[in-house]
């Protein structure tokens, strides 16, 4: 009765708290925040997104997630119980420690870059798409790649565990582990070379030191794209090809962005704790017409001031544009992601 009765209470009389009622506003970049991000290449935004609206929904979908994962990987004697009770980063953990796997596509609203099968997981749900919709993240957005908004397939949510929980036998990839240092670029075809191409980080924990913040290297977007080598970590620039600089780790909370060029030189730390789960998603948005390096994926317009008839707002049809394209890409060839090759005499 007493929740019954606390639930109403919250429906009819909504409390707003100080900073409800700031974020409520139409998110905008400060003059200082904009010329930061033009002259270092970067800039952190407090105070965006709001973690009981936007981010809570996102964490009850993937606890969801994490509890069909758990009853399969029961019902296979994968592990010896669902750890139901645990909160979800310990039951992250512990799950992978049991199983001696990592489960990072479960959660992932993209698809791998090789060996796409029929069956191959992948979480398309609502309240990602409506993160990836979120008004105050395009009104950001709009700040940088102007009216027309496209959501490119390129991102993420990164789930990087303690070193503790990933087996040795990997992977060791930038979905669970360490990224090495790279510029967003590099991992894309050459197509998108000439793009504007917006990367929103935003923790939905807090991101630390410890747990694996992001670090950047300022003012290197101003270089050419750098040569990079393929890694067991991911694809990431040579330590004699990184431009000089002293690295700005950025530990962050939840509700804040990180925003980046596409030629931002960045990488992330290692979860060095034993109990804590770094969860983020990384966001990509730019002009609506521009190549996204990644032409076999499906993006979407998110906002349009000149069309709005083509911006998507069903999040079923979002799904069946994932659904469609794992289904064609596990009938068809691996299509190609990245121009460098790891016998390149700089990446030997
Ligand atoms: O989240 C991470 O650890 C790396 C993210 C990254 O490289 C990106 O957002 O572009
Ligand atoms: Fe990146």
Not at 159 to 186: E, F, T
Not at 229 to 254: F, W
Not at 300 to 323: C, G, M, N, Q, Y
Request: charged share 20%.
């Amino acid at each position: 009765m007493h929740n019954a009765t606390a639930g109403l209470t919250e429906v009819t009389v909504p409390v707003q708290s100080p900073s409800q009622a700031q974020i409520a506003r139409v998110a905008v970049l400060t003059e200082a925040q904009r010329r930061q991000f033009d002259q270092e290449g970067y800039v952190v935004i407090e105070d965006v997104l709001d973690p009981e609206q936007d981010l809570a929904p996102v964490m009850a979908e993937y606890a969801a997630v994490l509890d069909r994962l758990a009853d399969s990987l029961l019902a296979d004697g994968a592990i010896g119980s669902t750890y139901r009770d645990l909160p979800f980063d310990e039951r992250l953990i512990q799950i992978c420690v049991e199983s001696g796997r990592t489960f990072s596509q479960f959660f992932d609203f993209n698809l791998p870059q090789k060996g796409v099968r029929a069956d191959t997981p992948i979480h398309v749900g609502p309240a990602i798409f409506n993160l990836l919709r979120n008004p105050r993240l395009l009104d950001i957005a709009e700040m940088i790649v102007g009216p027309e908004i496209y959501s490119t397939p390129v991102q993420h949510v990164r789930m990087k565990l303690p070193k503790r929980a990933i087996p040795a036998a990997g992977p060791h990839d930038g979905l669970v582990s360490v990224v090495p240092w790279h510029q967003d670029n590099g991992v894309l075809l050459p197509e998108a070379d000439e793009a504007t191409i917006l990367t929103i980080w935003a923790p939905i924990n807090e991101a630390t030191l410890a747990n694996g913040c992001l670090q950047v290297l300022p003012r290197t977007h101003r270089d050419d794209l750098v040569t990079h080598c393929p890694t067991p970590e991911g694809v990431g620039i040579p330590d004699v090809l990184l431009p000089p600089g002293q690295p700005v780790p950025l530990p962050m909370m939840p509700g804040s962005l990180l925003l980046m060029t596409q030629r931002t030189v960045h990488s992330s730390l290692d979860n060095t704790t034993d109990d804590q789960v770094r969860i983020s998603f990384d966001l990509r948005y730019q002009p609506v017409g521009q190549p996204t390096g990644r032409p076999a994926f499906p993006g979407f317009v998110a906002r349009s001031a000149a069309h709005p008839e083509t911006v998507l707002r069903d999040p079923a049809a979002w799904a069946k544009t994932w659904i469609d394209t794992r289904d064609r890409l596990a009938a068809d060839q691996d299509p190609a992601y990245n121009r460098w090759r790891a016998d390149a005499p700089v990446c030997a």
